[in-house]
């Protein structure tokens, strides 16, 4: 099955500064990339998502690059502000799975 | 989109007891899913609920264990059976509707003493 790994695991920034997340995945039938943002104690939500057929996505600050011959992803935020702290997943998948398959998280805190 | 309303939100269970989980969505969808979410940890996926047959669990996940239902598109619960301290954790159920997006409920954080 799909493997998804996700670094780092804790990142702090200065506020306005910029935020990068890295997952990579094992699956390389993998087309589907989606992050989720997750307040504490609240439920996950997407965020951004990306498919296999472009190579980035950009909306407003936040944007996700994808490298499938290295199978790895990124979010990138940048000019970050304070509510932006929160725990991060990035997911893979693909057509014909029915779930998604997620990194271990990273909780960014953005300092003001 | 997809709403999605679970309850409870949270409780406190004696061991050996169970509790079901509620997983509502505002409209009919075909994946429904279980989730396990240990404080500060990622989403450990329990078991697909599949309408009209058997849910499928991922490994180290049973039946006998967390039973679930599926009785029609919109609906799941998922029972935590003869529960034990390291049955403590959080449970989020979610919903695909369309291709790919997940919905989360709120999750229900359950504290076995």
């Known amino acids: 099955g799909e493997n998804v790994e996700q670094h780092p695991s804790t990142l702090s920034v200065q506020e306005g500064d910029s935020a990068v997340i890295k997952c990579t995945y094992s699956?390389?039938?993998?087309?589907?990339f989606p992050w989720y943002k997750q307040e504490l104690g609240k439920r996950p939500q997407l965020i951004i998502d990306i498919r296999s057929n472009v190579g980035e996505k950009k909306d407003q600050r936040i944007a996700v690059t994808l490298n499938k011959t290295a199978k790895h992803f990124s979010l990138h935020i940048t000019e970050t502000q304070p509510e932006d702290s929160a725990v991060y997943f990035c997911?893979?998948?693909?057509?014909?799975?029915?779930?998604?398959?997620f990194g271990t998280g990273t909780r960014l805190t953005v300092i003001p | 989109s997809a709403v999605i309303s679970q309850k409870p939100s949270r409780d406190i269970c004696q061991r050996g007891t169970s509790l079901t989980i509620q997983c509502q969505v505002d409209?009919?969808?075909?994946?429904m899913f279980w989730y396990r979410q240990q404080p500060g940890q990622s989403l450990t996926l329990i078991a697909t609920?599949?309408?009209?047959?058997?849910?499928?669990?991922e490994s180290g996940f049973v039946i006998d264990k967390f039973p679930i239902s599926r009785p029609n598109l919109t609906f799941s619960t998922l029972t935590v059976s003869n529960m034990s301290p390291e049955d403590s954790s959080i449970y989020l159920c979610s919903a695909q509707p369309t291709d790919r997006e997940a919905f989360f409920g709120q999750g229900t954080r359950l504290t076995v003493v």
């Open positions: 997911a893979a998948s693909w057509d014909g799975a029915n779930n998604l398959f």
């Open positions: 609920a599949n309408q009209g047959s058997e849910a499928t669990y």
């Open positions: 409209s009919q969808v075909t994946m």
């Open positions: 699956d390389s039938a993998s087309n589907y």
